[in-house]
């Protein structure tokens, strides 16, 4: 336990330097509050909480690194992400693949720069599109290995503007009518 403790804080060191946070591979269950204070000098710009158990990021997460324009939240164990991550002005890159979400957070197109949106390997069956049709400056989503049902297979085939990422769709027995 000490050990991570001390990987936590030599890390937070390092970011201070480099503005470049890396809690990848920690065993954190949660952004200990140490973090924040240690961090609380510096502009970080990027984020990588990858590889952990983490079930929520905290609202306060976009008081506190409000300038980041990379976020890392894969591998971990999250259904949903807090609304304050809109106020993420600078955030371009968010990375939620490999969690838990059944639905794609709605935040995500409300985060005004975010242009790439990682969520494969979820179990996300549900897409508000046409909200998603409006993310302001969405270019890229990657939402392969995802449970997709048929009908958003189809309505995400409508979005011109954005390059979407899905597994090619399994037709099922019943569909196949040459049968």
């Given at each position: 336990m000490a050990n991570?403790?001390?990987?936590?804080?030599?890390?937070?060191?390092?970011?201070?330097?480099?503005?470049?946070?890396?809690?990848?591979?920690?065993?954190?269950?949660?952004?200990?509050?140490?973090?924040?204070?240690?961090?609380?000098?510096?502009?970080?710009?990027?984020c990588d909480l990858s590889g952990n158990v983490i079930t929520k990021i905290p609202a306060k997460f976009a008081v506190k690194f409000s300038l980041i324009t990379e976020l890392n939240l894969s591998h971990n164990q999250m259904s949903k992400l807090p609304e304050e991550l809109a106020e993420l002005q600078a955030l371009e890159r968010l990375d939620i693949s490999h969690n838990t979400f059944i639905a794609l957070p709605s935040v995500a197109w409300r985060i005004p720069q975010?242009?790439?949106?990682?969520?494969?390997?979820?179990?996300?069956?549900?897409?508000?599109?046409?909200?998603?049709?409006?993310?302001?400056?969405?270019?890229?989503?990657?939402?392969?290995?995802?449970?997709?049902?048929?009908?958003?297979?189809?309505?995400?085939?409508?979005?011109?503007?954005?390059?979407?990422?899905?597994?090619?769709?399994q037709i099922e027995d019943w569909e196949d009518l040459n049968v």
């Open positions: 991570a403790v001390t990987r936590v804080v030599l890390r937070c060191e390092e970011a201070q330097e480099n503005e470049s946070l890396d809690l990848s591979e920690c065993q954190l269950m949660q952004i200990p509050d140490a973090v924040y204070h240690l961090m609380r000098h510096t502009e970080l710009k990027r975010l242009k790439r949106l990682l969520a494969n390997n979820n179990f996300i069956i549900d897409i508000d599109v046409e909200r998603l049709r409006h993310a302001p400056a969405l270019e890229f989503i990657d939402l392969q290995a995802n449970p997709l049902p048929p009908r958003l297979h189809d309505l995400l085939r409508t979005l011109t503007r954005i390059t979407i990422e899905i597994t090619p769709r």
